[in-house]
């Protein structure tokens, strides 16, 4: 790698690793989200000429496909975990999923589907305009404005059911 390879990477790592962080800490939890920064800025420096200008919505589009790994990795442990347990005791749920408007935002945003959970929590969470969460998925600004729209509708019904919720269910348009 030469310095001027050396010099972008590091401001990359710079300026969007934190991002990449948080974006990565809300879908897996704080212990492996260093794990997928390590693997999104692995592939980074595997490939720099794949670098756009905007280099943030495509280090966001190579997180959601190392988690899509890390979750397919997940599907076979659990396999293996679900056979070992059948020879033990049942365990008590995390309390913290029990815990008021948590436990039922959770709940709302399970009930959509996965690619329209990923477009709110991008533009939600990660604060990407609907053209680069679009991005992120690989699909055209206008079907991501249908679909984040449809999405939040959904959302807001569920997050009405939920009296704990009743404030949260006015969600801003971008």
């Known amino acids: 790698m030469g310095s001027r390879e050396h010099d972008l990477l590091t401001a990359l790592w710079d300026r969007h690793a934190d991002d990449v962080y948080a974006y990565a800490r809300r879908r897996v939890g704080e212990s492996a989200a260093p794990d997928v920064v390590a693997d999104v800025f692995t ?68 009930g959509l589907r996965e690619s329209d959970r990923e477009l709110v929590l991008l533009v939600a969470w990660e604060g990407l305009s609907v053209a680069e969460a679009a991005d992120v998925l690989g699909c055209r600004r206008g079907t991501a404005a249908v679909r984040l729209h449809r999405a939040r509708k959904r959302l807001r019904s569920a997050l009405s059911e939920e009296p704990s919720l009743a404030l949260l269910t006015a969600v801003e348009d971008r």
Do not use: C, Q, S
């Not at 966001?60 to 190392?66: E, I, L, N, S, T």
């Not at 442990?77 to 999923?97: G, S």
């Open 43 to 110: 592939v980074a420096i595997e490939h720099p000429d794949r670098l756009p200008p905007d280099a943030l919505p495509w280090l966001y589009g190579v997180a959601r496909k190392v988690l899509a790994n890390h979750r397919r990795g997940a599907v076979r442990r659990d396999a293996l975990a679900e056979r070992a347990e059948a020879h033990a005791e049942p365990f008590a749920p995390d309390p913290a999923d029990a815990a008021g408007v948590r436990a039922d935002l959770v709940r709302a945003l399970a």
